[in-house]
């Protein structure tokens, strides 16, 4: 029952047992094939170790040889939405956060986002979970401020997006929308992640609850630019969560 309770409706004990069940989690991490082929049973032949197997046994091809690509960790970011709106919901994402890190902490990054972007993966490799949060928490400045997604996406894509961190990867977007700035810079920003990422995941809380629908500008602006857009307001919707985030 608890798995499917909404985080924001549940009492202080319900709570510190849902943190216990968080360390649990061990989301799946999406896969992409490596360039570099290494020696296997099965795929195509490789003619040069066939070639030097052959010269061992006295120029007779005896057996083929085959190569083929494995496939590696693809980088996964998550930029999680730490303004007053989402303070219900901040804890359980960051949560979530830390144990995307310590499943693959090598291809994992976390921001925060509000009014400022903070870069908060180095916490988040603390083994603890409390202490990863808490570690998190004095490193935040903006934490239960406002919301400017635009001016924050942009400052990312600036810093990080350009340098690698974004190309490629599967970034998700834990956030209600609720934008204080320009729809059309958020619209615009979203618009060049796309261009950027393998794929855009959007976790929206209030998805989970009856007859919500986005009609707020910033989730007006962001959604033609979401590959998928889940909710991320019980444990259930994170188990859900990341089985997206490992098929996109």
Same mark, same amino acid.
């Given at each position: 029952?608890?798995?499917?309770?909404?985080?924001?409706?549940?009492?202080?004990?319900?709570?510190?047992?849902?943190?216990?069940?968080?360390?649990?989690?061990?989301p799946? /991490?999406?896969?992409? &094939?490596a %360039? %570099?082929r290494? @020696?296997?049973?099965?795929? /195509?032949?490789? &003619?040069?170790?066939?070639?030097?197997r052959?010269?061992?046994?006295?120029?007779?091809?005896?057996?083929?040889?085959? %190569?083929?690509?494995? &496939?590696?960790?693809?980088?996964? =970011?998550?930029?999680?939405?730490? #303004?007053?709106?989402? /303070?219900?919901?901040?804890?359980?994402?960051? %949560?979530?956060?830390?144990?995307? =890190?310590?499943?693959?902490?090598? #291809?994992?990054? =976390?921001?925060?986002?509000?009014?400022?972007?903070?870069?908060?993966?180095?916490?988040?490799?603390?083994?603890?979970?409390?202490?990863?949060?808490?570690?998190?928490?004095?490193?935040? @400045?903006d934490?239960?401020?406002?919301?400017?997604?635009?001016?924050?996406?942009?400052?990312?894509?600036?810093?990080?997006?350009?340098?690698?961190?974004?190309?490629?990867?599967? =970034?998700?977007?834990?956030?209600?929308?609720?934008?204080?700035?320009?729809?059309?810079?958020l619209?615009?920003?979203?618009?060049?992640?796309?261009?950027?990422?393998?794929?855009v995941?959007?976790?929206?809380?209030?998805?989970?609850?009856?007859?919500?629908? @986005?009609?707020?500008?910033?989730?007006?602006?962001?959604?033609?630019?979401?590959?998928?857009?889940?909710?991320?307001?019980?444990?259930?919707?994170?188990?859900?969560?990341?089985?997206?985030?490992?098929?996109?």
């Amino acid at each position: 029952m608890l798995r499917q309770r909404d985080v924001a409706d549940l009492t202080p004990a319900e709570r510190e047992h849902l943190r216990r069940l968080f360390a649990l989690v061990r989301p799946a /991490s999406p896969m992409r &094939p490596a %360039r %570099r082929r290494r @020696p296997s049973a099965h795929g /195509s032949v490789h &003619p040069a170790r066939t070639v030097r197997r052959a010269l061992r046994d006295g120029g007779e091809v005896t057996r083929l040889l085959h %190569r083929r690509a494995r &496939p590696r960790p693809r980088r996964v =970011v998550l930029l999680v939405d730490v #303004s007053g709106s989402m /303070s219900p919901y901040a804890d359980a994402l960051l %949560r979530f956060a830390h144990a995307a =890190v310590r499943a693959r902490p090598a #291809s994992t990054e =976390v921001f925060t986002i509000g009014t400022r972007l903070t870069r908060v993966t180095r916490e988040m490799r603390l083994r603890d979970p409390d202490r990863a949060l808490a570690a998190s928490g004095t490193a935040i @400045p903006d934490w239960s401020g406002g919301t400017r997604l635009g001016e924050v996406l942009k400052a990312f894509l600036d810093r990080w997006g350009q340098r690698g961190t974004a190309r490629g990867a599967v =970034v998700v977007v834990c956030s209600d929308g609720w934008e204080r700035g320009s729809p059309d810079l958020l619209r615009e920003q979203m618009a060049r992640l796309r261009r950027l990422a393998h794929a855009v995941v959007w976790v929206n809380p209030h998805k989970g609850r009856a007859g919500y629908e @986005p009609l707020t500008g910033g989730m007006q602006a962001a959604l033609p630019s979401v590959d998928a857009f889940v909710s991320g307001h019980s444990l259930a919707a994170f188990e859900e969560l990341s089985g997206v985030i490992s098929r996109v």
